[in-house]
């Protein structure tokens, strides 16, 4: 590799560590901000808070190995039910829990089976989930109802697909093709191959990404909504 070639792929690399730590810094105040001026949340000692912390990361974790091909997207969006865990996290611990959960989450997975997207795809699927699950939280810690619950999970399902959508579209599919080397056409192609009215990155970005959010945001709303309250009473979070 030529040196100016392999200085490029250095900056490109530093470029996107530089991104990672400015995005988690800034789910991370967000999620501290509203802690301490908008919810209240409950209080548990630090030694359980941790340990449920890590139990819920460890499953979480496990649970990014059962991944679900669509058949509308090319296959590198999978569906993982990741979340339901973060959820339940998030909803009993708070937001910097659920952050954290989700955090914790991508690095035992990157130990465990390593990454196949030039991390592109772990630095998406921690974004992308904290969308989702930092709008929902807030609403239901601030409206602690079942109702409170369905208002927040949807409102996380949209903000999920507006914001992943967009974060797709922007950076994520131009990052993953410099990063991993492969062509921005051929990532399109890969789409029109699964359904032919993908034909650039717009109507990639509308006929895969947009569905796969939303279907994953019913999916996991649904799970959450029937196991929260279940594994709450079993751990004894309250």
């Avoid at 507006?162 to 990532?187: D, H, M, Q, T």
Wanted: overall charge positive; hydrophobic content about 55%; aromatic content about 12%.
């Amino acid at each position: 590799m030529k040196l100016s070639a392999l200085w490029t792929q250095i900056q490109e690399n530093v470029a996107f560590l530089a991104m990672c730590l400015l995005v988690f810094l800034g789910i991370l105040l967000i999620a501290v901000l509203s802690e301490r001026f908008w919810i209240k949340t409950h209080k548990i000692s630090p030694a359980r808070r941790v340990s449920y912390i890590g139990i819920f990361s460890a499953v979480a974790a496990l649970l990014m190995y059962f991944e679900i091909s669509l058949p509308f997207a090319p296959p590198f969006y999978q569906i993982d039910l990741s979340e339901v865990p973060v959820f339940i996290c998030s909803f009993s611990l708070g937001p910097v829990a659920g952050v954290v959960c989700e955090l914790l989450k991508i690095i035992i997975k990157l130990f465990l089976k390593g990454t196949s997207t030039a991390f592109v795809g772990d630095f998406a699927n921690f974004v992308v989930g904290c969308s989702f699950v930092l709008p929902a939280t807030i609403v239901y810690h601030c409206v602690k109802t079942k109702k409170g619950a369905l208002i927040g999970m949807a409102a996380g399902t949209l903000v999920m697909t507006v914001f992943g959508s967009l974060f797709n579209a922007l950076y994520l599919i131009p990052a993953f093709s410099k990063l991993y080397g492969l062509p921005l056409e051929a990532i399109i192609g890969m789409g029109t191959e699964v359904n032919k009215a993908i034909t650039d990155l717009t109507t990639l970005v509308l006929f895969a990404v947009v569905p796969f959010n939303l279907l994953k945001g019913v999916l996991v709303s649904f799970l959450t909504f029937l196991l929260y309250k279940r594994i709450e009473r079993l751990l004894k979070l309250r």
